[in-house]
């Protein structure tokens, strides 16, 4: 089993940044780490939910194309965390964020609780 908490959500103004962290708990992420794809998704009311970034170990991140050069994926492997650098946000990057671990190996997947991000002015 896998255990996820996300945090750094919040409220912002356009062109304001925030950054995400997800950090992962338990003996099959810690013993499996390279074989879990980390991603982060967001939901917003009324819409599907989209895959935002993904960072699979040793390899180069991907990006959903509206948040190319704005946000950025990455992982602490000391510390079992993933992070979402979010830039320059729009108004229509609020959503739920969810951070997502899936484990290559067995194809089980993990969620988060999700964290609020909105950017009003």
């Known amino acids: 089993q896998v255990h996820l908490v996300e945090s750094g959500g919040g409220l912002v103004q356009p062109g304001e940044s925030l950054t995400l962290s997800c950090t992962a708990s338990?003996?099959?992420?810690?013993?499996?780490?390279?074989?879990?794809?980390m991603n982060w998704y967001r939901q917003a009311p009324g819409k599907q939910r989209e895959l935002v970034a993904s960072t699979i170990f040793g390899t180069s991140p991907n990006y959903l194309d509206s948040v190319k050069g704005r946000f950025t994926i990455s992982r602490d492997r000391a510390k079992n965390t993933v992070y979402l650098q979010m830039n320059s946000l729009n108004p229509e990057d609020s959503a739920v964020y969810y951070c997502?671990?899936?484990?290559?190996?067995?194809?089980?997947?993990?969620w988060g609780q999700g964290t609020q991000v909105t950017v009003s002015s």
């Open positions: 338990g003996s099959d992420f810690n013993i499996y780490y390279k074989f879990y794809t």
């Open positions: 997502n671990a899936v484990n290559r190996r067995t194809d089980h997947d993990y």
